[in-house]
């Protein structure tokens, strides 16, 4: 059963800690995706890589986030130093190519900055 | 004005009835489209795509595409309750360097009422 996987499922930190978040892809996709989900913004893109290398990542505050894929099987979204806006759901998601066919969600990581 | 469009809702709709959920996009080169169902508290799950004009059946799901007026909509027959969740539309979007990046809309809320 091939599925996305995350962790932490859930973070609660205090502001001005850094908070590392991991994805494993689904075996073969070579397209990964940080979302941010939340009420108001609704589902955000804040990086995208395609065979590791990073396409996209305007969506994301520079100065405080950074992502990268030290291999095929690991995306890594980490925030330093963390603050209280950053609350929100984190969703990694994977696709083949450009996701014609649509991209494979994890269950997300569920990040508290207090 | 926002890249992909959809009405927040809720949207409620008898038990048994059809269920209509709409989606706008403003990038006339658009060229794949997609339907997510999102469960309170959960991941989004891809339920459709389509890419051509007119109408793609799976079950009790129908997604239909107009190019020309940039609209794709989602037809849920014979709604159940199991189907009240948060219905997101994203659309593949080119982008300059050559690859789509998908972009996501609010998302509309379904409730189906026994």
């Known amino acids: 059963d091939a599925r996305v996987t995350q962790t932490p499922r859930h973070k609660v930190t205090e502001m001005g800690q850094e908070v590392t978040m991991r994805c494993q892809p689904i075996l073969g996709h070579n397209t990964v995706f940080w979302y941010r989900q939340t009420m108001m913004q609704g589902l955000e893109l804040l990086a995208y890589?395609?065979?590791?290398?990073?396409?996209?990542d305007s969506g994301m505050p520079k100065d405080r986030f950074s992502a990268e894929m030290p291999d095929a099987t690991l995306a890594t979204l980490k925030i330093q130093p963390s603050e209280p806006r950053d609350s929100a759901v984190y969703f990694c998601?994977?696709?083949?190519?450009?996701?014609?066919?649509?991209?494979?969600f994890g269950p997300g990581t569920r990040l508290t900055v207090l | 004005q926002k890249e992909v469009e959809q009405n927040s809702g809720p949207l409620s709709v008898p038990e048994g009835a059809i269920a209509s959920l709409n989606c706008t996009y403003s990038?006339?080169?658009?060229?794949?489209f997609f339907w997510y169902r999102q469960y309170s508290g959960k991941s989004p799950e891809l339920i459709m795509f389509i890419y051509s004009n007119g109408d793609k059946e799976d079950g009790r799901f129908t997604a239909q595409l107009n190019k020309a007026s940039q609209y794709v909509s989602l037809l849920i027959r014979d709604s159940q309750p199991s189907d009240s969740a948060t219905y997101l539309c994203?659309?593949?979007?080119?982008?300059?360097?050559?690859?789509?990046?998908?972009?996501f809309g609010i998302g509309t809320k379904l409730q189906v009422i026994p």
């Open positions: 890589f395609r065979n590791r290398a990073p396409l996209d």
């Open positions: 994203a659309v593949n979007i080119g982008r300059s360097g050559g690859y789509q990046k998908v972009t």
């Open positions: 998601a994977s696709g083949l190519g450009d996701s014609f066919r649509g991209q494979f």
């Open positions: 990038d006339r080169g658009s060229q794949s």
